[in-house]
């Protein structure tokens, strides 16, 4: 009987929660691919210390926008290590600001990252992923909370949410669950820049628990879906927000 890890791909996984999430898979004894844009040192580092501590780990640049590169690094990830299990789609942008001053880039970026990313990485599992497969897409809770300022960053994880509980019906007979993680407030680089100490302090008194979210905590649900006990977990958003909506 194989003895191999299952394999997981986390997207954006350099740094912050991507990078959180592929420690904690790690730990949970998957091998991990680390996905990142631009950001090739600390990918190589985190690759690294996994290796170090007996993990199979790979680090993968693609540009989760260009669907060519998107299916190039799934055909790397499956030479390297094999047939992707896990699916981890955190790579994203933020960036507020209001709707009136957006510009067009700025909007076509937003959802060329958040949004264009994910239908290429899902367009290439639905026919890549292993049978009994998880897809585990990162939304966000501001969704729920309509702040000025969030207007495009917003559409771009609604039709997150969208893609999520319909891809979940399409893989029927699969056995692949699909599921999307809503952080409320983390401090990570992505939240804490461009915010004065002022803004960070009532970001943190927001949710009953009072506290910002640390990566970790992201990364336990996310955790929870791709393993055994979120089995039965299926086109769902967990709103991971101690509570703020």
């Avoid at 199979?56 to 990830?77: L, P």
């Avoid at 993680?181 to 009953?208: S, W």
């Amino acid at each position: 009987m194989s003895t191999s890890p299952q394999i997981a791909l986390i997207t954006g996984a350099s740094r912050g929660i991507g990078a959180a999430i592929a420690r904690r898979l790690a730990r949970d004894g998957f091998a991990v691919a680390i996905n990142y844009a631009s950001n090739a040192d600390q990918a190589d580092a985190l690759v690294a210390e996994l290796t170090q501590a007996g993990v199979s780990a790979i680090a993968v640049q693609a540009d989760v926008s260009r669907a060519d590169q998107v299916q190039a690094m799934f055909t790397t990830i499956e030479n390297k290590l094999g047939k992707i299990d896990v699916l981890v789609n955190n790579a994203g942008m933020l960036k507020t600001m209001p709707l009136a001053q957006t510009s067009d880039e700025l909007y076509a970026q937003n959802f060329a990252i958040n949004t264009q990313g994910v239908f290429n990485t899902l367009r290439e599992a639905a026919t890549r992923l292993n049978d009994g497969g998880r897809i585990i897409n990162l939304s966000s809770t501001t969704l729920a909370l309509n702040l000025p300022g969030y207007a495009i960053y917003n559409g771009t994880k609604a039709a997150v949410e969208a893609f999520t509980r319909v891809f979940a019906k399409e893989l029927r007979g699969r056995h692949i669950t699909v599921n999307a993680v809503a952080p409320g407030p983390v401090a990570t680089d992505l939240f804490l820049n461009g915010k004065t100490e002022e803004q960070i302090q009532t970001f943190a008194r927001m949710p009953p628990l009072e506290r910002l979210g640390q990566p970790d905590d992201i990364a336990g649900v996310v955790a929870m879906l791709a393993g055994k006990d979120g089995a039965w977990v299926n086109g769902q958003v967990l709103r991971a927000n101690g509570g703020v909506a």
